[in-house]
T-cell receptor, first 111, second 111 residues
């Protein structure tokens, strides 16, 4: 089955700097890769996703890159702000159904 | 914008008691899911449901768990005899295409 590894588990950056979170997956059939942001006690919220037919997608300060050959994808947040502090999860689908989540990265933005 | 809703937001129960967690998926979605998240850990898949039947379930989803779509709008998760280790946040999710939309969760505390 699908196995998703996420690194780092914690990340602390200065406000205004960039943050990068990386994930690897095992199922070569996976073709959709979402990133979720979860604030304390709240639901996971989709912030960006990418399909396997593109290598990069950008939405304002957030971007995701995908390397299908190496089976890894990364989240990039530029010009970080205090409200970016949260836990971020990558995920990959197994088959057509469930999402398999990474372990999560606790991102802290220091003012 | 339509959202997945869940009730109750918090459920406290005694070990061995039955609980029913309720979800109202987004109305035109056809795929429904239950996930759980133990405090401080990643989101874990429990079960997926499509066309009025379970399409996949995880090892966690044993005989103590069941799901039902009793009418055209609700989607329920029942735990027959709760254990201490069932304490977690339970998220319902639904999708039409790739993106899974999560509900706000039910925090289940088993005493």
């Amino acid at each position: 089955g699908e196995n998703v590894e996420q690194h780092p588990s914690t990340l602390s950056v200065q406000e205004g700097d960039s943050a990068v979170i990386k994930c690897t997956y095992s199922d070569s059939a996976s073709n959709y890769f979402p990133w979720y942001k979860q604030e304390l006690g709240k639901r996971p919220q989709l912030i960006i996703d990418i399909r396997s037919n593109v290598g990069e997608k950008k939405d304002q300060r957030i971007a995701v890159t995908l390397n299908k050959t190496a089976k890894h994808f990364s989240l990039h947040i530029t010009e970080t702000q205090p409200e970016d502090s949260a836990v971020y999860f990558c995920a990959a689908p197994l088959g057509a159904q469930k999402l398999v989540f990474g372990q999560g990265t606790r991102l802290t933005i220091n003012p | 914008e339509p959202e997945v809703t869940q009730t109750p937001s918090h459920q406290v129960t005694q070990m061995g008691q039955e609980v029913i967690l309720r979800c109202v998926p987004i109305s035109n979605h056809l795929y429904f899911y239950w996930y759980r998240q133990i405090l401080g850990q990643k989101v874990e898949f429990l079960v997926s449901f499509y066309n009025n039947e379970i399409s996949e379930k995880s090892e966690i989803f044993d005989d103590q768990f069941s799901v039902e779509r009793p009418d055209g709008s609700n989607f329920t998760l029942k735990i027959r005899s709760t254990k201490l280790e069932d304490s977690a946040m339970y998220f319902c999710a639904s999708r039409e295409y790739n993106e899974q939309f999560f509900g706000p969760g039910t925090r289940l505390t088993v005493l």
